[in-house]
């Protein structure tokens, strides 16, 4: 007896907080996955770090062999410094003096990565007035930013998926949420042939040292915002129209970041996104709840008003009883 009246107050504990206990499942899920990825990216990188490691040594230790009126902490310092610059984005080969990272081009494409929150870190302010104008140019342009955004998804919304969706389901028919999974679908297929597929074909033939991967590798860490840095696109020495390139790199990036987000709004616009969504999240008050409420609190004020009305009545009465005077000769004092 008493064992199923425990199981049954834990039944009902666990659906009275179900929506608790989702969201501890998707805290501890997401922490599964954030090591998840520690360990799958250790045991994949670490081995190519280590032979890079063991390259680097070779390779210092063959330098300083064949000049040996160098010493090791010469080397040291030098390599030090032109890490330093490197960090920058400047650089100390002949083949990449040609480029200058500040140039109007340069510049503007910095500013749409920083716009973007995308931040590919190989060019990065030198002085400190340019540090502190970064600052304060993001702390302004990144929410600007986000409300042109929200403002060009918004009108596109409507013409890419909510009309064509409610036109289809009008004019033959079908089913709205088998609709919008279809029409999602699609839009997706179409984003990721139009902005990853095709610019990853072109960037691999414009870029000499770029494969397939790496230039597919290059837009989704650069539309995802991710933006690690390794992949630039026109740092090349030898880089033809190198202005001309940096601009339509830096319109490719604002395009695709709006499609990127009106496929996800798109998708979050499903209806089977928003009830698991919905498990997640604390419950609303419902309007029956809130008019219960409501009701309990006008009956309350409406108790104390009647106990308190009887009070108030007497407080109103006069002390001494005065008659009441139908003419002036009534008076006792007149006559």
Not at 74 to 95: D, T
Not at 139 to 146: M, R, S
Not at 244 to 263: A, D, N, P, Q, R
Not at 268 to 278: D, I, N, V
Request: hydrophobic share 45%.
């Amino acid at each position: 007896m008493l064992q199923s009246l425990a199981s049954n107050s834990c039944v009902r504990l666990i659906q009275s907080h179900k929506s608790t206990w989702y969201f501890v499942s998707l805290v501890l899920g997401y922490l599964l996955y954030l090591v998840f990825g520690a360990v799958v990216f250790s045991s994949v990188e670490l081995p190519y770090e280590d032979l890079l490691r063991q390259d680097l040594r070779a390779v210092k230790k063959q330098f300083l062999q064949d000049h040996e009126c160098l010493s090791e902490e010469r080397l040291e310092r030098f390599l030090k410094k032109a890490l330093e610059a490197s960090n920058y984005g400047v650089s100390i080969l002949n083949n990449a003096s040609a480029n200058w990272n500040w140039d109007f081009t340069s510049a503007l494409f910095f500013a749409s990565t920083v716009l973007s929150t995308t931040g590919y870190g190989h060019t990065a302010p030198l002085s400190d007035g340019g540090k502190a104008f970064c600052i304060i140019y993001s702390v302004i342009g990144i929410p600007f930013t986000l409300l042109f955004l929200t403002a060009v998804v918004q009108r596109i919304m409507v013409f890419s998926t909510r009309r064509p969706i409610m036109y289809i389901h009008t004019r033959w028919g079908f089913s709205k949420p088998l609709v919008a999974i279809v029409h999602a679908t699609l839009l997706a297929l179409l984003a990721v042939s139009c902005f990853f597929l095709i610019p990853a074909a072109i960037f691999s033939a414009l870029e000499e040292n770029w494969n397939f991967l790496e230039s597919f590798y290059f837009c989704f860490i650069s539309l995802s915002t991710i933006g690690l840095g390794d992949y630039v696109p026109g740092e090349a020495a030898n880089q033809k129209f190198r202005e001309f390139y940096k601009v339509g790199i830096t319109v490719y990036l604002i395009l695709g970041l709006i499609v990127m987000l009106v496929v996800l709004e798109t998708f979050c616009e499903l209806q089977q996104l928003k009830q698991l969504r919905k498990m997640f999240y604390l419950k609303k008050e419902k309007p029956q709840d809130r008019l219960a409420i409501l009701e309990h609190d006008h009956l309350s004020f409406t108790t104390v008003s009647n106990t308190a009305t009887p009070h108030s009545e007497d407080k109103t009465q006069p002390f001494v009883s005065v008659p009441t005077l139908v003419s002036p000769n009534d008076d006792p004092m007149i006559q």
